[in-house]
């Protein structure tokens, strides 16, 4: 029996067919006959190896996990031997000649020992001037392979796909690619009709009965006031599709570019349609940049730059940068940049306060939990922790792990007294600043000794694990204040891999704690 894959469905391939070894086969009617390819792509969705790039100039890969039949364009995939380094197979296709609007009604079909066991629809009335059509995935996930039925139009053609994709274009005197820094702006669709009473997309003034058009707010006709909004809601899907993997790229920034010409856009009324998706790219942002606790000085940039094209208002921006902020001043602290206060503390001669936080210790025995509200203070001999129930000092000589985790600090002490969670609302500058102190102590400044710094995830991962969970956490499904969370503690052993990574709010993040 054949079962039907929807457009963005994902369903495990086991659900289809128990065989490693199948065909796919498009039929896709077109005035002129499109070119059919498959990218294999490694856990980063990046082509790291051209050789696994199968089009009609290579037509299989080293060792024919994936080969092609020239006349039919039928693909055998055989997963059982493709390397380990491949962890996506994406069916594309490509036309030169006329946009992937004149497709008429057509499919992808899997066949698996000889019976069709999936076939996955496609039209031309889901796309307008689009060259490329990315139609279907087969990848890796925990172990097992999965299917996605992809149906997502792309701009430019062959070449602009395979760029993409980190593919390269033999072309020796190609020219370099604008530095990111060099962007320009999105530029409006000149206005031709501006006289009053004129509609401003299409001049006309009165209608065919030679009554005079009602024109709205805008000054459009209801003709054009429907096209502009189905034009803003273009623009919105590609505005989506260029973030799908939580990085604005030069070609995606230049889509959209042509989509505000192709549909006759005003540029700041298009970056305004979708300013919740532009908040929503900029709290990615800060979100990967803060999985490390560190702001490097790309990350700074690469926000700001977004921040000046998408045309957000600084008052949107405000947590967003506070953010930053704390980040940067972690940064600095992490470097060995610690701040003096006065402390509330009568300390020892020479003694100097760096930090002083309201922290509650959460104090835990074999019979029962309790927290116990207090105020921590870092000086430069030692860590104060005073309470109405009493207190400690703690020598930096004994702090062996310091756990940045949200919502707290877990110490690690050689000794019982002081050891373990204190709740903090700045944790990270928490964690930090003991860090930077045990480290000086200790003459380990260039030595980072914080589980944080430790666990640093790569920024390959961070990707692949925001797109698995589809930006949203785990638990509570909330798309705002996202945080990566190792689901075996890193201080219980374990990785800051894929499959130990999810993301979850801080909500959800404090209530999760270091459990597993």
């Known amino acids: 029996m054949t079962s039907q894959l929807q457009r963005g469905q994902r369903a495990p391939l086991s659900q289809f067919t128990a065989a490693t070894r199948f065909t796919i086969q498009t039929e896709l009617p077109m005035p002129t006959p499109p070119d059919i390819s498959i990218f294999g792509l490694d856990e980063a969705r990046?082509?790291?190896?051209?050789?696994?790039?199968?089009?009609?100039?290579?037509?299989?890969?080293?060792?024919?996990?994936?080969?092609?039949?020239?006349?039919?364009?039928?693909?055998?995939?055989?997963?059982?031997?493709?390397?380990?380094?491949?962890?996506?197979?994406?069916l594309?296709?490509?036309?030169?000649?006329?946009?992937?609007?004149?497709?008429?009604?057509?499919?992808?079909?899997?066949?698996?020992?000889?019976?069709?066991?999936?076939?996955?629809?496609?039209?031309?009335?889901?796309?307008q001037a689009e060259q490329a059509i990315m139609l279907l995935e087969v990848y890796r996930h925990q172990g097992a392979w999965r299917v996605a039925g992809v149906g997502q139009g792309f701009a430019g053609g062959l070449r602009a796909l395979l760029e993409s994709m980190g593919g390269e274009v033999e072309e020796p005197e190609a020219a370099a690619a604008p530095a990111a820094d060099t962007w320009p702006r999105l530029k409006s669709a000149p206005e031709q009709y501006t006289e009053t009473g004129q509609c401003r997309r299409c001049g006309k003034v009165r209608d065919r009965f030679l009554r005079r058009i009602r024109l709205d707010q805008h000054q459009l006709c209801p003709d054009c006031a429907q096209d502009l909004k189905d034009g803003l809601d273009r623009f919105r899907v590609r505005f989506q599709a260029a973030c799908a993997d939580g990085i604005m790229e030069r070609h995606e920034w230049q889509d959209l570019q042509d989509t505000i010409l192709l549909y006759h856009l005003n540029a700041q009324e298009a970056l305004k349609y979708v300013r919740a998706d532009a908040l929503y790219l900029l709290e990615r942002t800060v979100a990967l940049a803060r999985a490390d606790g560190v702001l490097t000085n790309a990350e700074e940039a690469e926000f700001n730059r977004l921040a000046e094209l998408l045309d957000v208002p600084d008052a949107m921006l405000n947590n967003l940068r506070a953010e930053l902020e704390e980040l940067r001043s972690a940064s600095r602290i992490r470097e060995g940049h610690l701040p003096t206060i006065k402390s509330r503390l009568i300390l020892e001669s020479g003694e100097v306060a760096h930090l002083e936080v309201p922290a509650t210790f959460r104090h835990v025995t074999s019979s029962k939990v309790r927290d116990i509200p207090g105020r921590l203070v870092l000086t430069s001999k030692q860590m104060h922790f005073t309470s109405n129930e009493g207190g400690w000092n703690v020598q930096y000589s004994k702090v062996l792990r310091i756990e940045e985790i949200s919502g707290g600090?877990?110490?690690?002490?050689?000794?019982?007294?002081?050891?373990?969670?204190?709740?903090?609302?700045?944790?990270?500058?928490?964690?930090?600043?003991?860090?930077a102190l045990v480290r000086s102590y200790k003459r380990l400044l260039l030595m980072p000794q914080t589980e944080r710094a430790s666990r640093s995830i790569p920024q390959s991962v961070k990707l692949a694990v925001w797109q698995r969970d589809q930006g949203k956490c785990v638990e509570c499904g909330a798309t705002e204040y996202l945080e990566f969370d190792h689901i075996i503690p890193h201080s219980k052993g374990g990785a800051s891999s894929e499959g130990n990574l999810q993301l979850l709010c801080r909500k959800c993040n404090l209530a999760k704690s270091d459990r597993i």
């Open 46 to 90: 990046r082509l790291s190896d051209d050789r696994y790039f199968i089009f009609y100039n290579q037509l299989s890969s080293p060792e024919r996990a994936i080969a092609m039949d020239e006349q039919t364009q039928v693909f055998t995939i055989d997963l059982g031997l493709l390397p380990l380094g491949i962890h996506r197979l994406l």
């Open 92 to 127: 594309a296709s490509t036309s030169d000649a006329e946009p992937f609007s004149a497709l008429g009604r057509g499919q992808v079909t899997l066949k698996a020992q000889g019976q069709e066991v999936l076939r996955f629809p496609v039209a031309g009335v889901d796309f």
């Open 409 to 435: 600090v877990n110490v690690e002490l050689g000794v019982k007294k002081g050891s373990g969670l204190y709740r903090t609302e700045r944790p990270l500058i928490l964690a930090a600043t003991l860090d």
